[in-house]
């Protein structure tokens, strides 16, 4: 995949000497985010063996602003963690027949936030979704306004009044927005204090009819 995208930047499948920047990336957009939960560049390079057309970055001239990792996956009910789900990012756990595409990580530089970066993102997985012939795609949100009510409430009365619509949260209404439909919070699904340690598990369906739960 490669395109024109907000007239500007470049969204494409990455190519391996891109993988050096996708992982500083990481340090920059995640920086209380554990190392061991930062996605190398030595995973980049495995995720384009496993997976390419599940794998974009985004660029300005030659120098990625933006990076986003996915595989495939059927949802499973049972709860699950970062590493767990990614097979510690290796993907190991991808599943080339699953029904959905998982997004483990969308990265964007902080200078280039809030310019529709991330929306061309999920619409080319949308896309890929639908090429693939999956029913949509997944993903964990990370709940990162969190930080600021930390001393106030807990994570799960934080995620209750997010999941009931009583609070605004910048990662995931903005993902809600875009068409994610919130299912659970997901405690305990990586380490990192600015989000409580916790993610919200969503999906978009390529049919709005279509359940996540379907089937299983």
Not at 156 to 174: F, H, Q, S
Request: with cysteine.
């Amino acid at each position: 995949m490669k395109k024109e995208i907000l007239g500007k930047y470049i969204l494409q499948t990455p190519s391996p000497e891109y993988a050096k920047q996708q992982a500083e990336l990481q340090k920059i957009v995640f920086p209380t985010l554990s190392d061991e939960e930062r996605i190398t560049r030595e995973k980049y390079l495995k995720h384009l063996v496993v997976f390419p057309e599940g794998q974009f970055i985004v660029l300005d001239g030659d120098i990625v602003i933006a990076s986003c990792t996915t595989m495939r996956l059927n949802y499973n009910k049972a709860h699950h963690s970062f590493l767990e789900v990614s097979d510690d990012l290796w993907m190991g756990t991808h599943d080339p027949k699953a029904d959905w595409i998982y997004g483990l990580d969308v990265s964007v530089h902080p200078d280039y936030q809030r310019k529709g970066i991330g929306r061309e993102i999920y619409n080319a997985r949308q896309e890929v979704a639908r090429r693939l012939g999956c029913k949509g795609q997944m993903t964990a949100g990370m709940p990162n306004g969190y930080d600021k009510v930390k001393d106030q409430m807990t994570i799960a009365e934080y995620c209750d009044k997010l999941l009931k619509g009583e609070i605004v949260d910048p990662t995931v209404t903005a993902q809600t927005k875009r068409g994610f439909i919130p299912v659970e919070p997901l405690f305990n699904y990586l380490d990192d204090p600015r989000c409580g340690n916790c993610s919200v598990l969503m999906y978009w369906p390529l049919d709005p009819s279509t359940k996540l739960n379907e089937n299983d």
